[in-house]
């Protein structure tokens, strides 16, 4: 190896085995930029290549080992030294050697256990990533490979809705309810708020979707709340019997699904904040938790027949779907 | 062809039929107050300028619907004060005290000006009906003393004003209070 003329050196590029067919989730980086990586789900099998390039031709690559590492870790922005590493699998792609020429290397990771889903948040990130390193005397070349993962769950087989009565003795009195505690992300709050008594003049009534990040454990526990959402329910003074209707489509924001003590590391919770605002800007609110999970996609084969006719309605005349559904049906649906 | 199908049952939550009284009739939170009628009282160099405070209410925390007193600018400060001193509240601000309009070989009629005294009527008005509508303002004697009694007793006992026992409110149990923040704008 020189010193001063040009030492040998190497590109690595990791290419997975199912990178033509396997699916990309958006993920926020930390300055809020969107990126798309492969999306994997715990239990799911890691596997590819790593392509290692000679830069010069001809010249060797000396090296003190090749390997591939699958990481889970969690970094919290205030400790950045300390990576918190909870899925860690290395697999050896080459003894201590030289490379003469540029050569590829298998790799497999069966069944990955990956427990936590992905997040990037203020002041914390748990990402799962694969890192090759050809180490050397001097300094390693490493290539890293982000990947985004998603935790599924399924219906909750208990979901109570929200039903609380709250208030200021005789000024204000209202009843909410929200028609469930858990919600999925692409769902719909469903709720109501019943005025029992309104003794306050009330501008308008909003609610807020509040994500709360939580790191740090003991005393030094720091709480950071991010207001995903503003919603304006009612503008308007309303009187006491009155209804005020709430529906409240997830879908349309930035939502995770709720992460409770992960790795004892840190929490994020989303929390309804009900405001009511009176003519002098005084702010009355309730907040009430809920929890949100993610529902994995249900891809349907086969479509029941009015549902075909919808999409042709928007979809033109060009649709091989068509064919299984030609009745003498009218468009009546 | 593969379409996501995703149904979600939006329709309304039921809740009661509004009682057409309620509906229709006055509404519960009606709270008015005029600060007019600036009269200057006295002679000289002892004169100061006293306003009506005239205050309409079906509050069922004030004694009086209807009530009319004769108050000048250091009666708004005194409750100012009590209020910053006994309750937990951000009290809004007052017009100001114009020590400069107090002093002599001033070219104009200084504190009796008569578009000051428009000013600082105007700037009452609005301090006495923001802070008149407030829950936890609305609990303290010096408030009710200042809106509902001929006089300010300086020495009175300063305390709290609890709500008389014909509630029109339904039967309400144990409830969770909200939390009250008063943004300064």
């Known amino acids: 190896m020189n010193f ?11 290419v997975l085995n199912d990178a033509e067919t396997r699916k990309k989730a958006e993920h926020n980086s930390e300055d809020g930029k969107k990126d798309k990586y492969f999306l994997f789900y715990d239990g799911e099998t890691v596997s590819g ?8 031709p001809g010249k060797r690559l000396e090296h003190n080992g090749i390997k591939v590492e699958f990481v889970g870790q969690i970094e919290l922005y205030y400790d950045r030294g300390n990576h918190h590493e909870f899925v860690s699998l290395v697999k050896d792609l080459a003894r201590p050697g030289e490379l003469t020429q540029s050569q590829t290397f298998d790799f497999e990771f069966a069944h990955v256990e990956k427990p936590y889903e992905s997040y990037t948040g203020q002041n914390v990130k748990l990402r799962y990533f694969l890192k090759v390193t050809i180490g050397r005397r001097l300094s390693d070349i490493t290539k890293e490979l982000d990947i985004v993962v998603h935790t599924l769950s399924t219906y909750p087989d208990i979901n109570s809705s929200i039903k609380m009565e709250v208030g200021i003795e005789d000024c204000l009195h209202i009843e909410f309810e929200y028609n469930k505690s858990k919600y999925h992300l692409k769902d719909v709050i469903v709720g109501k708020i019943y005025f029992l008594l309104v003794r306050i003049k009330i501008r308008h009534m909003e609610i807020d979707i509040i994500r709360r990040e939580t790191t740090g454990t003991g005393p030094s526990v720091y709480n950071e709340n991010d207001t995903i959402a503003k919603y304006e329910i009612m503008d308007g003074a309303p009187v006491r019997g009155e209804s005020i209707p709430i529906r409240l489509f997830l879908a349309g924001y930035e939502l995770t699904p709720t992460m409770k003590d992960v790795n004892k590391k840190f929490s994020v919770r989303y929390f309804l904040n009900l405001v009511l605002i009176d003519e002098e800007d005084r702010r009355y609110f309730k907040q009430q938790e809920i929890i949100l999970w993610r529902k994995g996609d249900i891809v349907k084969k086969s479509m029941s027949h009015q549902a075909i006719m919808a999409a042709q309605r928007f979809e033109g005349s060009s649709n091989p779907e068509r064919s299984h559904s030609q009745s003498a049906e009218n468009d009546k649906s | 062809m593969r379409f996501k199908i995703e149904l979600c049952d939006t329709r309304r939550l039921n809740s009661k039929p509004q009682d057409l009284t309620d509906a229709y009739g006055p509404p519960s939170n009606f709270l008015e107050i005029d600060v007019y009628d600036p009269q200057i009282v006295g002679v000289g160099r002892n004169r100061y300028t006293t306003y009506e405070v005239r205050m309409r209410t079906n509050l069922p925390i004030f ?19 009590e ?24 070219g104009d009629e200084g504190l009796f000006e008569e578009a000051f005294i428009e000013e600082r009527r105007v700037g009452l008005e609005q301090f006495i009906n923001r802070i008149a509508g407030h829950p936890l303002a609305q609990n303290e004697r010096c408030l009710h003393m200042f809106l509902q009694e001929e006089t300010i007793d300086r020495n ?14 339904c039967a309400c149990s144990m409830y969770i209070y909200f939390y009250i923040t008063l943004i300064q704008s």
């Not at chain 1, 003329?5 to 690595?12: E, K, L, R, V």
């Not at chain 1, 290549?49 to 010069?56: A, D, E, G, W």
């Not at chain 2, 004694?63 to 004060?81: A, G, Q, T």
């Not at chain 2, 910053?84 to 001033?106: N, T």
Request: charged residues 35%; aromatic residues 10%; glycine residues 6%.
């Open chain 1, 4 to 14: 001063f003329g040009f030492g040998q050196t190497a590109d690595i590029d990791i």
């Open chain 2, 83 to 106: 209020l910053e001193r006994d309750s937990k509240i951000v009290v809004p601000p007052l017009p100001g005290k114009a020590l400069k309009r107090q002093l002599p070989f001033r």
């Open chain 2, 63 to 81: 004694k009086l619907k209807d009530s009319c007193v004769r108050r000048r600018y250091s009666d708004f400060e005194w409750l100012k004060n």
């Open chain 1, 49 to 56: 290549k790593v392509n290692v390039t000679l830069k010069y």
């Open chain 2, 156 to 169: 009175y006992i300063p305390g709290k004003v609890r709500q008389k026992d014909n509630r029109d409110t």
